[in-house]
């Protein structure tokens, strides 16, 4: 895979990305008019915005998020779930797909139950709401979830969620991957652990160029050494 | 009965050729060595060799604060632990806070307050968490150091790096970046921590007496020592990202060490045994 192996440059948190006349974005800051990394991460620039996409980092939800969390906690009208952020994301029991009598929570979803949903609200101090009203979001029965680096997300949905359709296709798993990194497997199990080790290739080599060819090549490769031809 | 008064207690920390007693010029630093991301399960970690110095630091965070009446509605804390470990010194230290490393920890969490984005995450905390494996003065330069490449590591939005070294005066001699012994029988010892792009002094200390202009010629020469940290720290972060594991070991081997001298033991017998287990 020596063709994979090019990467994109770094820029280091002080590193001056932009000459004056550019707007910051995210990653970036301000000061007398030039535009300074403020995290480790990938220059990116767009439009006369300049943003730092990061390489590390924790995830901090944002509204319309899709993520998967673990309840933690049960009140009479709400579940505490998990959403691998630092801050606890509850969800009312209104939010939920199901009529809940008060005091009832535990007949729906009980501690660690892991669930499919999206972030209803932030406030400006960061206090999160999560619904599980989209059509999507649902308790998820079986399967594995995996955890990666939130900063990797993109990368494994890839450009209009290119590469989550390559891993669905090649491995025949449902993929669920949720904006905090968490990702939920459900297939056979050989299936399963072949796209897990995709999921990890992928955030291992983020910022290399021609990763999806690199994924297809480990995916086929591992698929004839470790399956065989498949029973008929 | 001995004249113990007049007993020369100074000792020579300056030779005779202007250098210092490890051979060091006046501005020459200790041989430095900075790797980023030695730690799996930290947000962010690194490790540093500097002399004789062995520090690592791990990051987390930002992460929600505990105890929870901590916690501040407008802004992160960046909270701080430097812990030496008890085999660091040649005497075992006692292990546990003392009131030197809740100092050191106070001034390290104050100087990264100043470069940390702290209003992006309300309610939360970023832990430092820095251990002296091996002490030889200038531990909190050393650990301030390492903590923010651990910093940077771990994807948490900052100003800037923030690089840091100690001077002071030996024998008379303004020095920087003191060794133990320079550290224990010279005159003055002076640690700062810098922000390298502005300039800006996030941490200065001094123990021992600096007239004003050597404080300002001490200042010169760790302003200048900074920068040069703040090339070692970026080149490791450049190097944790734009290569694997194999090409960082490859390309950065440990610190070779002395030629052993020669034993004057007579050689080992030769085994006549055969070998183990028949």
């Known amino acids: ?232 | 009965m001995e004249d113990i008064e007049h007993i020369e207690k100074q000792m020579k920390l300056i030779r005779a050729d202007g250098r210092r007693l490890d051979g060091r010029k006046p501005d020459e630093l200790r041989p430095v060595r900075i790797e980023a991301g030695v730690l799996r399960r930290a947000d962010g970690s690194a490790y540093i060799e500097w002399g004789g110095n062995k520090v690592l630091a791990a990051v987390y965070g930002p992460r929600e604060a505990h105890p929870r009446h901590l916690q501040d509605p407008a802004r992160a804390l960046v909270q701080c632990r430097y812990n030496m470990a008890p085999f660091s010194v040649s005497d075992r230290k006692r292990p546990g806070p003392d009131r030197r490393s809740v100092e050191i920890s106070k001034v390290i969490s104050e100087a990264f307050s100043a470069v940390v984005f702290k209003e992006q995450f309300p309610r939360t905390s970023v832990d430092i968490f820095i251990e002296v494996l091996q002490a030889d003065a200038g531990t909190r330069c050393a650990g301030l150091t390492a903590a923010s490449v651990a910093l940077a590591d771990a994807g948490v939005p900052m100003r800037d790096l923030v690089a840091s070294c100690a001077s002071g005066k030996i024998d008379g001699v303004v020095c920087v970046d003191l060794n133990k012994e320079e550290d224990n029988f010279g005159d003055a010892d002076c640690p700062m921590a810098i922000v390298p792009r502005t300039g800006e002094i996030v941490l200065l200390q001094m123990d021992g007496h600096l007239t004003f202009d050597e404080f300002q010629k001490a200042m010169e020469m760790s302003i200048d020592a900074t920068h040069r940290l703040y090339e070692l720290q970026r080149d490791a972060l450049r190097r944790r990202y734009s290569t694997t594991l194999e090409d960082i070991l490859r390309e950065s081997p440990p610190v070779p060490p002395p030629p052993m001298p020669e034993s004057e033991l007579p050689p080992p017998p030769e085994d006549d045994f055969g070998p183990e287990g028949i």
């Open chain 1, 1 to 232: 895979m020596e063709s994979s192996g090019s990467l994109r440059p770094i820029v280091i948190p002080g590193e001056a990305v932009g000459g004056p006349g550019l707007k910051p974005g995210p990653g970036t800051y301000i000061e007398g008019g030039q535009v300074f990394a403020a995290q480790l991460g990938i220059r990116n620039e767009h439009d006369g915005l300049v943003s730092v996409i990061p390489l590390n980092g924790r995830y901090i939800p944002q509204r319309g998020d899709a993520v998967i969390g673990e309840v933690v906690d049960l009140g009479p009208s709400h579940w505490l779930v998990d959403i691998n952020s630092p801050y606890p994301a509850p969800l009312h029991a209104t939010e939920s797909p199901w009529r809940v009598e008060f005091g009832d929570t535990s007949r729906y979803l009980k501690v660690g139950d892991v669930i499919m949903g999206h972030v209803l609200s932030v406030d400006e101090i960061k206090r999160v709401q999560l619904t599980m009203q989209e059509r999507e979001a649902r308790r998820l029965n079986g399967g594995i979830v995996m955890e990666i680096s939130p900063t990797k997300v993109p990368r494994v949905i890839g450009k209009q969620g290119s590469m989550i359709s390559l891993l669905t296709e090649l491995t025949g798993c449902h993929i669920y991957v949720g904006q905090n990194g968490r990702i939920w497997l459900d297939g056979e199990d050989r299936d399963t652990a072949v796209a897990a080790s995709a999921i990890r290739l992928i955030e291992e080599r983020a910022q290399s160029y021609g990763l999806t060819e690199a994924v297809r090549e480990l995916i086929e490769r591992e698929r004839r050494s470790t399956t065989g031809p498949r029973p008929a």
